[in-house]
T-cell receptor, first 117, second 114 residues
Framework: ETGVTQTPRHLVMGMTNKKSLKCEQH?????MYWYKQSAKKPLELMFV???????ENNSVPSRFSPECPNSSHLFLHLHTLQPEDSALYLC????????????????FGPGTRLLVL | AQSVTQPDIHITVSEGASLELRCNYS??????LFWYVQSPGQGLQLLLK??????LVQGIKGFEAEFKRSQSSFNLRKPSVHWSDAAEYFC????????????FGQGTTLQVKP
C-alpha cells in the first residue's frame, strides 16, 4: 500500500466514549500532521510531529491526545468529545518539517469522518 | 499574521470552458504557496506549488498557477475544464514558524455543467 492511509474512514461515537484514529504513511517521511476540517471553515492544523517528537500543538483541547510511536504511525486518541468536534480529521505527512525557510510538501490521507452524538 | 483568502466560495463553469480560481495571501516575506484539490469523501491532493523561481507554475491535471507578488495573488487556471474537475479547491501558504504549518483558505467549490 502506498501513500497515507487512515482508519477508520467513518466513526460515530457518543460523548462518553473513547476512540482512536489511526494514520499510517508509507512514504518514508519524518513529519506527520493532524488537521481538522469542519464545515464552512478552513482546515485547522492540530498537531505536528517530527521524528516522533511533537513540535506544534495548535491550542487543541486536551480531549484530543496525539501519539506518534514511530515515524510511520500517528494516532489521535479521543475522549469525552463534544458534538462540535464532529468533522473530517485529516492526517498528512512530509519528508521533514520545513526549516530555515524551506517548506516541505505535505501529502494527505483520505480522512476520518467523525460524528459525535 | 499570515492569511489566505479565496473570494469565491462557489463557482460554476461549463465543461470545456476556461477556469480561474482566485487566491490572495497575506505574508511578509517570499511565500511558499500551494493549491490542493479535494474530491467528495477524499483527502487533499496536491495540484501544484510555488517555492521560488518561475512565477508560472505547472501542475497536474492540466492546471497552472501564477504568482504575482504585486497583487499578493496565486490564482489557479485551467484552459478547458472537464466534468471530473468538479471538487473543492484549497489555496494554502506555509507558515513562517518552521513547524510545517500550512494556512488554508476557506476553499472554492467548483461545479461543472455539461
Amino acid at each position: 500500500e502506498t501513500g497515507v492511509t487512515q482508519t477508520p474512514r467513518h466513526l460515530v461515537m457518543g460523548m462518553t466514549n473513547k476512540k482512536s484514529l489511526k494514520c499510517e504513511q508509507h512514504l518514508g517521511h519524518n513529519a506527520m500532521y493532524w488537521y481538522k476540517q469542519s464545515a464552512k471553515k478552513p482546515l485547522e492544523l492540530m498537531f505536528v510531529y517530527s521524528l516522533e517528537e511533537r513540535v506544534e500543538n495548535n491550542s487543541v483541547p486536551s480531549r484530543f491526545s496525539p501519539e506518534c510511536p514511530n515515524s510511520s504511525h500517528l494516532f489521535l486518541h479521543l475522549h469525552t468529545l463534544q458534538p462540535e468536534d464532529s468533522a473530517l480529521y485529516l492526517c498528512a505527512s512530509s519528508q521533514d518539517v520545513g526549516m530555515g525557510g524551506h517548506q516541505e510538501t505535505q501529502y494527505f490521507g483520505p480522512g476520518t469522518r467523525l460524528l459525535v452524538l | 499574521a499570515q492569511s489566505v483568502t479565496q473570494p469565491d466560495i462557489h463557482i460554476t463553469v461549463s465543461e470545456g470552458a476556461s477556469l480561474e480560481l482566485r487566491c490572495n495571501y497575506s505574508y511578509g516575506a517570499t511565500p511558499y504557496l500551494f493549491w490542493y484539490v479535494q474530491s467528495p469523501g477524499q483527502g487533499l491532493q496536491l495540484l501544484l506549488k510555488y517555492f521560488s523561481g518561475d512565477t508560472l507554475v505547472q501542475g497536474i491535471k492540466g492546471f497552472e498557477a501564477e504568482f504575482k507578488r504585486s497583487q499578493s495573488s496565486f490564482n489557479l487556471r485551467k484552459p478547458s475544464v472537464h466534468w471530473s474537475d468538479a471538487a473543492e479547491y484549497f489555496c494554502a501558504v506555509a507558515d513562517s514558524s518552521n513547524t510545517g504549518k500550512l494556512i488554508f483558505g476557506q476553499g472554492t467549490t467548483l461545479q461543472v455543467k455539461p
